[in-house]
């Protein structure tokens, strides 16, 4: 049975040697230019733009003066039936907010607001892009992994057979390896059932258009900023949510202007004219409007938007901190974690160790299975604490997109 195993020596080496060159995968595909065709074809930035665009022509709506009023009456005398009258009066009221241009500068800003909420949807549809392609790198690296332990696998299901067939074997052992060979095959298949639905919903973001996928697409790395503070501030200005929470102050503010000016009495000119047989009168009209009770507390409702609106930024601001720092912490950690679990791969020799030792007969079949198993599972670990360290890294650059 030693000769055997000896004979299948070579078979072992080569197994190993390729475990031990597939410890950490490469970066490589451009992960920008799918998000750039995403983003180009995306079906609800699409509707999302459109919704913009009629926001801004409504906001643009109502910016000139009322139209005016024309008034024509005919009258006539029930006594002098020969006597008849005409009136004419043409009149058009005066707005304080249209006429110091208060109403188009709120409007400016209604749009600048509207075109922020499109880069929060932008922001949302481009992070959930990017997961994904972390979730189809993970899942190729893990394909990766477990087509290298497949072929191990069916190595040990060849090499105990022909045991058998000679006679050094025996049945339990060549159950065992196909057992193990069988568990690996269907690991395999959900991952690439998982990777199929993940590449369907990319392309569905795409507008149902294939992407340029390679087969073995890994996630482009990104690094993590050398102090977050200052990183942070230099995104700040930038971050769509802060900038919406900033824009919407501004917003109130103005509207608190715009609600004063309704308070002060509006004026309307107009023009009169007065016919009847025997003589015609002209002139002028002019009117006023003054606001008892119709603005009653709309200034100090007003004023109550603008706190609103600037304890509303006050917590997105430190929502959106908070949370950027704590990808920044679990970046850091992660990478940490990573480098360590790479030194002890690279360190560890127990698979290359259980395998002389399966070759002198020192242990059986199912100990070299369950100690490769642990080694296996360590390599498994690692790919995942990968996933997790591009997860965290890439909600850290979510702004940056």
């Known amino acids: 049975m030693i000769m055997a195993y000896m004979k299948n020596k070579k078979i072992f080496g080569f197994l190993i040697a390729g475990m031990l060159l597939h410890i950490s995968p490469v970066y490589g595909q451009d992960n920008n230019k799918i998000l750039q065709l995403i983003e180009q074809n995306n079906t609800q930035l699409k509707a999302a733009r459109k919704s913009t665009s009629a926001e801004t022509m409504d906001n643009?709506?109502?910016?000139?003066?009322?139209?005016?009023?024309?008034?024509?009456?005919?009258?006539?005398?029930?006594?002098?039936?020969?006597?008849?009258?005409?009136?004419?009066?043409?009149?058009?009221?005066?707005?304080?907010?249209?006429?110091?241009?208060?109403?188009?500068?709120?409007?400016?800003?209604?749009?600048?607001?509207?075109?922020?909420?499109?880069?929060?949807?932008?922001?949302s549809v481009m992070a959930d892009a990017q997961m994904k392609l972390v979730e189809l790198s993970y899942h190729n690296n893990m394909i990766k992994e477990l087509q290298l332990q497949l072929q191990h696998a069916d190595s040990l299901v060849n090499i105990y057979e022909t045991l058998l067939q000679n006679g050094n074997g025996n049945v339990l052992d060549v159950n065992r390896?196909?057992?193990?060979?069988?568990?690996?095959?269907?690991?395999?298949?959900?991952?690439?059932?998982?990777?199929?639905?993940?590449?369907?919903?990319?392309?569905?973001?795409?507008?149902?258009?294939?992407?340029?996928?390679?087969?073995?697409?890994?996630?482009?790395?990104?690094?993590?900023?050398?102090?977050?503070?200052?990183?942070?501030?230099?995104?700040?200005?930038?971050?769509?949510?802060?900038?919406?929470q900033n824009k919407n102050i501004e917003i109130m503010k103005k509207n608190v202007q715009t609600t004063k000016s309704?308070?002060?009495?509006?004026?309307?000119?107009?023009?009169?004219?007065?016919?009847?047989?025997?003589?015609?009168?002209?002139?002028?009209?002019?009117?006023?409007?003054?606001?008892?009770?119709?603005?009653?507390?709309?200034?100090?409702?007003?004023?109550?938007?603008?706190?609103?609106?600037?304890?509303?930024?006050?917590?997105?601001?430190?929502?959106?901190?908070?949370?950027?720092?704590?990808?920044?912490?679990?970046?850091v950690e992660l990478k940490e974690s990573l480098q360590k679990q790479q030194q002890a791969l690279n360190e560890l020799n127990t698979v290359t160790l259980m395998n002389e030792a399966l070759q002198k007969g020192e242990i059986n079949l199912m100990d070299y299975l369950n100690e490769t198993a642990r080694y296996y599972e360590l390599r498994k670990n690692k790919i995942q604490t990968e996933k997790d360290f591009l997860t965290a890294i890439s909600l850290l650059h979510i702004y940056e997109l």
Request: proline letters at 4%.
């Open 60 to 123: 643009k709506t109502g910016l000139n003066l009322k139209n005016p009023e024309i008034e024509f009456s005919h009258k006539w005398n029930t006594k002098h039936p020969n006597e008849k009258g005409k009136e004419l009066g043409i009149t058009q009221e005066l707005e304080w907010d249209v006429i110091s241009g208060q109403r188009k500068k709120l409007a400016r800003s209604k749009n600048e607001l509207s075109e922020m909420q499109f880069q929060q949807t932008r922001t």
């Open 177 to 244: 390896s196909k057992l193990n060979k069988t568990s690996i095959q269907t690991e395999l298949q959900n991952l690439n059932a998982q990777k199929k639905c993940i590449i369907e919903s990319l392309c569905n973001m795409n507008d149902g258009k294939e992407l340029p996928l390679a087969d073995n697409f890994t996630f482009t790395m990104q690094g993590i900023p050398e102090d977050f503070e200052a990183w942070f501030k230099s995104i700040e200005p930038n971050i769509p949510d802060l900038k919406y």
């Open 262 to 331: 309704e308070m002060i009495p509006s004026l309307s000119i107009g023009y009169r004219a007065e016919f009847s047989n025997s003589e015609s009168m002209h002139g002028f009209a002019i009117g006023m409007s003054i606001p008892l009770w119709e603005n009653k507390n709309k200034v100090k409702k007003s004023k109550l938007e603008v706190e609103v609106a600037q304890s509303n930024a006050k917590d997105k601001y430190r929502t959106v901190y908070d949370e950027l720092k704590k990808q920044y912490i679990l970046s």
